[in-house]
């Protein structure tokens, strides 16, 4: 090798060093300001939370003041036998929809009276005679439930208390192949059922999340007296409401 094929041979090298440290560069200022995005977003998710945070530490306490509120959700209902005979259903969906009034007693009990219209019911499935059927029984009930609150915090109150249910309107729909049988009924406020009902309730500042369970301590006919239907409503509700 002489010398000007050296020398040529380190101006390449030199030349490519050149370009990868520039490139490198490039790559480092990149990253930098990618870094520098993400750290930014960072920063402004943080300020944002702890903005909302502070927000909600620094909300009124609602526990003293009557309010009046409207919620609306779904029920998961289903059946069970008062006489404690075999009885194979699947729960159903139901609409649920009222108001609500807190009435506080103190800062850490109160009283929570309520009206909602609910929908329950069951579905069922089976077969008879080789053939198979599907039955739906859909109930349409006013429900006044009285509700005692225990108010731990600002936003968890815990409730319990008995409900009474007005039967309005009873639909029942039965189909097996391509016979359909669908009845309907409505009533006057002769159909009534003591219930009871539990929950909680999810208060954040004007919202209210509601989960609640309950269940009939009477027989759906609510005299007492007919055996025929003799089931009684289990159901969960889940709603979310808005305090005025």
């Not at 977003?41 to 609602?62: E, F, P, R, W, Y």
Request: net charge positive; charged share 15%; hydrophobic share 40%.
């Amino acid at each position: 090798m002489n010398y000007v094929t050296y020398f040529y041979n380190n101006i390449i090298a030199i030349g490519s060093e050149r370009r990868n440290f520039v490139r490198a560069i490039f790559l480092l200022k990149n990253l930098k300001l990618m870094t520098m995005k993400k750290i930014i977003l960072i920063i402004v998710a943080i300020t944002i939370v702890s903005n909302i945070l502070s927000a909600q530490n620094n909300s009124t306490d609602l526990r003293d003041n009557l309010q009046f509120g409207l919620k609306a959700g779904a029920n998961f209902s289903n059946v069970y036998d008062s006489k404690n005979q075999e009885f194979n259903s699947d729960f159903k969906v139901g609409f649920a929809a009222g108001a609500f009034l807190t009435i506080p007693i103190g800062k850490y009990i109160g009283l929570q009276p309520e009206i909602l219209f609910s929908q329950k019911g069951y579905k069922a499935t089976g077969t008879f005679l080789t053939i198979g059927y599907k039955f739906t029984h859909t109930t349409n009930y006013i429900d006044v439930p009285l509700l005692f609150a225990i108010k731990p915090s600002a936003y968890v109150t815990l409730l319990a208390g008995p409900q009474y249910s007005f039967l309005v309107k009873q639909k029942d729909v039965f189909t097996s192949g391509s016979f359909t049988v669908d009845q309907e009924q409505t009533f006057q406020n002769d159909r009534s059922v003591l219930c009871f009902l539990g929950g909680i309730d999810f208060n954040l500042n004007q919202f209210v999340i509601s989960a609640r369970a309950g269940w009939d301590l009477q027989n759906n006919n609510g005299d007492g007296t007919s055996t025929n239907p003799r089931y009684k409503n289990v159901w969960y509700q889940a709603t979310l409401g808005f305090k005025f």
